[in-house]
């Protein structure tokens, strides 16, 4: 399964915009990329996901480099309520049947007042 | 739109004590997961339902873990016997088929002692 590298943490100010980077060098061409948070105390929830375009929905953006080799989560006005564990994870849609959700360690988000 | 509902939140056992988890599922969701999480890891596959059929349990410790989902709603996870290092949280998930999105109840917080 190809992998994906995260930040351990990052820090970002509320009411700033925050770029929660995502690296996945030996993505094959069938692998969606999919970000998932996880809040205290609380299960993962589904954030966004998207294949080669950039997407965006009510929670955040994805931006998607040109080689998807790398993408980047955007939450456009960070609060207080977004401070969780963002989990990258690549989901290959070729393994029709067998199509996990791996996680990893994640990035853990620190919201300043 | 109720979500996914696990019972009991916290539990603390003795060790070589049996452990039971009951997940009730979104209503509708035919695929069911069964999560583990260690404190600072990401969630790892248990087993996946398919309605009532586990399709995949290759992640199950089968000498002392098992899982059922009768008529394919409700699902039980069962530990037995509990060992010091199956204290962690567990996880349950649902959705409506493989590819879409997993919402993930709020977990059981297994402690042994």
């Known amino acids: 399964d190809a992998k994906t590298t995260q930040p351990n943490s990052m820090e970002s100010n509320e009411e700033e915009p925050v770029h929660l980077p995502c690296n996945h060098s030996?993505?094959?061409?069938?692998?969606?990329i999919h970000w998932y948070r996880q809040l205290p105390s609380q299960g993962p929830e589904y954030v966004i996901h998207?294949?080669?375009s950039n997407v965006n929905n009510r929670m955040a953006s994805l931006a998607i480099a040109e080689d998807r080799k790398s993408s980047t989560l955007i939450l456009h006005r960070a609060t207080l309520r977004d401070a969780a564990v963002y989990y990258c994870?690549?989901?290959?849609?070729?393994?029709?049947?067998?199509?996990?959700?791996?996680f990893g360690t994640g990035t853990r988000l620190t919201i300043i007042p | 739109e109720a979500g996914v509902v696990q019972s009991p939140r916290y539990k603390i056992i003795e060790k070589k004590q049996p452990v039971a988890f009951w997940c009730n599922p979104i209503?509708?969701?035919?695929?069911l997961y069964w999560y583990l999480q260690n404190l600072g890891q990401g969630p790892e596959l248990l087993i996946r339902?398919?309605?009532?059929?586990?399709?995949?349990d290759s992640q199950l410790p089968k000498d002392r873990f098992s899982a059922e989902r009768l008529k394919g709603v409700d699902s039980t996870l069962k530990i037995q016997p509990a060992e010091l290092g199956d204290s962690a949280v567990y996880l349950c998930?649902?959705?409506?088929?493989?590819?879409?999105?997993?919402?993930f109840g709020p977990g059981t917080r297994l402690t042994v002692l």
């Open positions: 998930a649902s959705s409506l088929g493989l590819r879409n999105e997993q919402f």
């Open positions: 030996t993505i094959s061409g069938t692998d969606y």
């Open positions: 998207g294949l080669t």
């Open positions: 994870i690549l989901r290959d849609s070729a393994n029709f049947g067998n199509e996990k959700l791996t």
């Open positions: 209503s509708g969701h035919n695929t």
């Open positions: 339902y398919e309605n009532e059929e586990a399709v995949d």
